[in-house]
């Protein structure tokens, strides 16, 4: 079965409103969050000051017979020329050869950069492929990575809502780390504090995780993590800029005892294939909308998987893409959940995506059975992007 076409469209998917009032605004609306940019104080107080904010559309694979599948692409204005000129030479291809069409996606950036926005694209394009092969066997895509490795998935929360997500069932919470290097020992204090209150409020038999979001430097997070040791966090996370390999050294030697994850900016396997051989992390974390796709995330957690690692997908639980790849690999124990919906709103009112996306209840999910990746959307939700 050959692709016929590869488009990138729009899709009007029918919004629902909530029927239940909120107690309050969710935490992330106002609360400031460490992250690259803290050392500029025009744009410190909170990331929406200077996080781009680009459209998001889809990628629509055609096969000969009519099927089709989709793969979200953002930051979508950006990658139009990408997506067409990998489309001029995937169109005409076998469908089914969705490794021969990611060998050929990573080779045909190389003039440009197979990294960053181009990756962003062939993720798009191979979640497409995925979607598309699914429902062309009539079958989940987990059925396609040999079924599913788990009865169902344990789902951590992320957020500052912690006694929100506590209520709702949640046993593991991930918060956002409000300060950094340019906050000073006293940015330290805070942290500190902001910690503790979240481990009195979950407790003892609860996990606890903190997200660093690429905002610290060697010193800070040593700093940061030996402080912190009391509270026992399962993991820190993005502690560093992405790029800075020989950081991600330099905090493994210091901070023997602390478990690390990274991953979520990190771009085709070989970061983390470095990462493994070095190892520099304990728990990869790949974001399969950005990474290269299902194709390379599949690549990290074999690999992983070898080497005794752990793979936990950036907000896995957030498209159908991650919940099936989870679900199968035996890699992946977790999944993560940012729960951005204001307290007091049932998860089933507000969070779901698209139709047919699983919610967690109870801090569990189980994905959806539907042909591809079960994505609910309708062909006539369908139009041009341009």
Known sequence: MKIADISIVRADIPRQ?????????????????????SRYPKVKRHRSLWVPQWEQAWCKVTAENGAWGLGLLWPARPLVPVVEHLAAHLTGEDCLAIEKLADMMFRLTKPYGSTGLASYAISALDLALWDLTGKLFDKPVYSLLGGPQKERLFCYATGNDVDWYLELGFKAFKLACPYGPADGLDGIHRNEAFVAQARETIGDDCELMLDCWMAFDVEYTVRLAETLRPYRLKWIEEYLAPEDFDSHAAVRERLPWQTLATGEHWYTHYPFQWAIKHKVVDILQP???WCGGLTTCRKVANTADAAGLSVILHAGAHTPYGQHFSYAMPATPWIECFVGTAPGVPLEEAWR????QAVPKDGWLVPNDAPGFGLGILENWLEPFQ
Do not use: F, L, S, Y
């Open 17 to 37: 409103t909530p029927a239940t009032p909120a107690r309050r605004a969710p935490w992330h609306t106002e609360a400031e969050v460490a992250n690259p940019m």
């Open 353 to 356: 995506q698209v139709p047919g």
């Open 287 to 289: 974001d399969i909308n």
